[in-house]
T-cell receptor, first 112, second 111 residues
Framework: AQSVTQPDIHITVSEGASLELRCNYS??????LFWYVQSPGQGLQLLLK??????LVQGIKGFEAEFKRSQSSFNLRKPSVHWSDAAEYFC??????????FGQGTRLTINP | DTEVTQTPKHLVMGMTNKKSLKCEQH?????MYWYKQKAKKPPELMFV???????INESVPSRFSPECPNSSLLNLHLHALQPEDSALYLC??????????FGQGTRLTVV
């Protein structure tokens, strides 16, 4: 069963506009959730993580994400995108203590 | 130091060759991972080492052979690969049960 779902394969936003990337996860007692970003041909960089506590988490590069247990969601947001934010974004969850499972990814394109 | 270093960055090998991918981290992480990523797909887990012991093998073909010589190093030995094995191979490390840090990957082409 799919553990992490990213409904949007591709999103295009204008530079300076706000951004929200969606992520839904299958139920887990204590979900450990992450957002990673990947530029073409590069490795993955961790943007932010949620383990417990405050449901609004701040990350690097001005990103934040909100954990909503009632909606099984962990959406990524940024108030104003920059051209350098164009990349592939992956939501991920730890499954079984050691296995990091990824969503299918959302490709972000920025219009000038 | 939050860096995971992978070598080489690019590798082209024939189907009869034997080659190795290397990964190194000095963050004191005791879990290390190999992932395979095809174009336009998410990374897929291949192997997990925890405290230098193989803890997860995701039914990977035996032509891929992992090795963890010590807590800082992880190798992936390649032998008799097929063209469909061409992909980006990513190494990662973490504290057990925590967020993973990824290397820049090795772009492997099998000819």
């Amino acid at each position: 069963a799919q553990s992490v779902t990213q409904p949007d394969i591709h999103i295009t936003v204008s530079e300076g506009a706000s951004l929200e990337l969606r992520c839904n996860y299958s139920y887990g007692a204590t979900p450990y959730l992450f957002w990673y970003v990947q530029s073409p041909g590069q490795g993955l960089q961790l943007l932010l993580k949620y383990f417990s506590g405050d449901t609004l988490v701040q990350g690097i590069k001005g990103f934040e994400a909100e954990f909503k247990r009632s909606q099984s969601s962990f959406n990524l947001r940024k108030p104003s995108v920059h051209w350098s934010d164009a990349a592939e974004y992956f939501c991920a969850k730890i499954q079984g203590a050691q296995k990091l499972v990824f969503g299918q990814g959302t490709r972000l394109t920025i219009n000038p | 130091d939050t860096e995971v270093t992978q070598t080489p960055k690019h590798l082209v090998m024939g189907m009869t060759n034997k080659k190795s991918l290397k990964c190194e981290q000095h963050m004191g992480h005791r879990a290390m991972y190999w992932y395979k990523q095809k174009a336009k797909k998410p990374p897929e887990l291949m192997f997990v080492y925890s405290y230098e012991k193989l803890s997860i093998n995701e039914s990977v073909p035996s032509r891929f052979s992992p090795e963890c010589p010590n807590s800082s190093l992880l190798n992936l030995h390649l032998h008799a690969l097929q063209p469909e094995d061409s992909a980006l191979y990513l190494c990662a490390s973490s504290l057990v049960g925590a967020e993973a840090f990824f290397g820049q990957g090795t772009r492997l082409t099998v000819v």
